[in-house]
């Protein structure tokens, strides 16, 4: 008997034809995670099989059951044993992972049980009613506090009979999506604040790989600004096989603009200027398109007016999957993904350096475009791009 991972897919599985494709990514994507624990990774179907190469301690377990839990694609996974397919080596198997489920609990201790068959193999002896009522008859006859029930059970013992049989309990859950990579990579303008991490775990979600660019005004941004964008890049990095930031030193070009402009065109402008970086680093770095945080009147840089006018400082897609959603749902979404707090610790970002009071909401688009394209930032930002400093998270 061997102790191995049940690995379980579901969008994939859509894929018809191209369905390899996504598969070989996601394998891709969990064996760099795991950097440098060598697995098997087998199977078929929506369900695939990961085992250990090398002896498993607890400290490599703990890291295969990390990566299981954040890797994009995947929908969950569970600790399966594989057996042959005899009903007493499965009844066996049965009844030490019922006494397993006692070992690992804390009180209250679990009273009710259900078990679930699959019968993949037709040509197995019991039907998957006839398996799951043998079994349930064992469970009862060799833990008597027990009792089935098939509505709201403590737990649940899953049986599916494929080329062997395969037996398992909890499904711990996985974040499903696409395996990152799959679309491409995107630019991901990351910011100190709430909204552009959500971002950038949002697209992921969808198959992009992400490197992150973000702008620092130094000395008007202090280095636990910096330290704390750090911090928020290691939180999307979980879920994804690599990841790199961009350091973009921002403080020339955003001066000029403040000297160069009226002020309630301040934001607008270094709002602008930022799209155009980002368009010259996705195109230096071969990433085809590019992510930001924005919501839709969330700010004044955010009314629709505004997003017209930055977003055609680009040609690349742009992407804002937070466009739709207000602050509270996402807010939520960064506290499950472990960024919120970072997020609000009172270390300002470029965006409120030079921030003026009243900032303009709803400008001209032939208007602003001509005003930004006479303070002539071209050649600032190409001497900003020779100081850019690159960090492997």
């Known amino acids: 008997m061997n102790i191995i991972y049940l690995l379980k897919t579901c969008e994939i599985n859509l894929k018809g034809e191209n369905k390899s494709i996504f598969e070989k990514q996601l394998f891709a ?3 760099k995670q795991l950097n440098g624990i060598k697995v098997k990774i087998s199977g078929r179907k929506g369900r695939f099989f990961l085992k250990p190469v090398d002896n498993v301690n607890d400290e490599t377990r703990a890291k295969i059951e990390k990566t299981l839990a954040s890797v994009f694609g995947l929908t969950g996974y569970s600790v399966a044993r594989i057996v042959e397919k005899d009903i007493e080596e499965i009844g066996k198997t049965v009844l030490e992972v019922v006494s397993k489920q006692f070992d690992d609990c804390e009180a209250p201790m679990p009273q009710t049980f259900k078990i679930t068959s699959r019968r993949s193999d037709k040509s197995f002896k019991y039907s998957s009613y006839e398996l799951s009522c043998i079994l349930g008859k ?15 059970p403590d737990f649940k013992i899953n049986i599916e009979i494929r ?4 037996v398992y309990s909890h499904v711990y859950k996985s974040p499903g999506g696409l395996p990152s990579g799959i679309a491409g990579k995107g630019i991901l303008l990351l910011s100190g604040g709430i909204d552009s991490p959500v971002a950038g775990y949002m697209m992921a979600k969808r198959g992009c790989a992400i490197d992150a660019l973000h702008f620092e005004t130094y000395p ?15 939180k999307i990095r979980v879920y994804l096989p690599k990841m790199k930031l961009y350091i973009f030193p921002f403080t020339e070009i955003q001066v000029h603009i403040k000297q160069n402009c009226k002020q309630e065109e301040i934001t607008l402008f270094s709002r602008a200027a930022m799209m155009k970086i980002a368009s010259l680093l996705a195109e230096k770095t071969r990433a085809n398109s590019i992510i930001t945080g924005e919501s839709l009147n969330q700010v004044a840089s955010q009314t629709a007016e505004n997003i017209r006018f930055t977003g055609s400082h680009t040609t690349y897609p742009l992407f804002r999957p937070l466009i739709g959603m207000d602050k509270q749902e996402i807010i939520t979404k960064a506290k499950e993904i472990g960024s919120y707090d970072i997020s609000i610790l009172p270390y300002p970002d470029c965006c409120s350096v030079f921030a003026p009071a009243h900032p303009i909401l709803k400008p001209l688009f032939e208007k602003v475009t001509a005003s930004f394209k006479a303070i002539e930032l071209d050649a600032f930002i190409e001497n900003a ?6 960090l492997k998270i």
């Not at 027990?146 to 509505?151: F, M, R, T």
């Not at 080329?163 to 395969?166: E, I, R, S, Y």
């Not at 008007?220 to 911090?231: F, P």
């Open 29 to 31: 994507n969990i064996r």
């Open 138 to 152: 064992l469970v009862l006859d060799n833990f008597k506090t027990l009792k089935v029930n098939l509505k709201n």
């Open 163 to 166: 080329d062997k049989a395969v």
């Open 220 to 234: 008007y941004t202090s280095e636990q600004s910096k330290e704390k964008v750090i911090e928020i890049a290691k």
């Open 385 to 390: 791009f020779a100081k850019i400093e690159v």
